[in-house]
């Protein structure tokens, strides 16, 4: 599956047509077993007055006395290793509302093995139009640099 994703993540990165990918719809509810992506995002971003291809994924990491561990992963263009890592952990006592940058996820049920979840909000195609709609424009991107 994660091959899979992979290569669709690659072959939209060079058709140039696709320049927002996310693998969610906002309040519908999706499961993540133990090492697996969570969410997806991929967008193009200028920097240095050339267009890149960055590519964001939250993976659930497991939950142990109701802490749940959610690692960051960034690939750039090459997505055979990722640029950047980060490991988040989240007190499910305190809230099962989660937020990272500018995503907000519910998680519905959480345990060693897998995770049940919302996204309740993220990031819109950024060159959509500002009244789009569901799956236009309504926040900015969600991992901001």
Do not use: H, W
């Not at 789009?132 to 640099?145: E, T």
Request: charge should be negative; include cysteine.
């Amino acid at each position: 599956m994660r091959k899979l994703l992979a290569l669709c993540l690659l072959l939209s990165a060079c058709s140039g047509s696709n320049k927002f990918y996310k693998d969610y719809d906002v309040g519908v509810e999706k499961e993540a077993t133990v090492g697996s992506v969570m969410v997806t995002v991929s967008g193009q971003e200028k920097i240095a007055n050339e267009t890149t291809r960055i590519t964001q994924q939250l993976v659930y990491g497991g939950v142990a006395a109701r802490i749940a561990r959610i690692g960051y992963r960034e690939y750039g263009e090459d997505l055979t290793k990722p640029a950047a890592f980060q490991e988040l952990q989240y007190d499910l006592n305190e809230s099962n509302v989660i937020a990272f940058r500018d995503m907000t996820i519910q998680i519905l049920e959480a345990s060693s093995k897998q995770v049940r979840f919302k996204v309740l909000s993220g990031p819109e195609d950024p060159d959509a139009p500002e009244d789009a709609g569901p799956g236009g424009r309504s926040a900015p991107p969600v991992f901001p640099k």
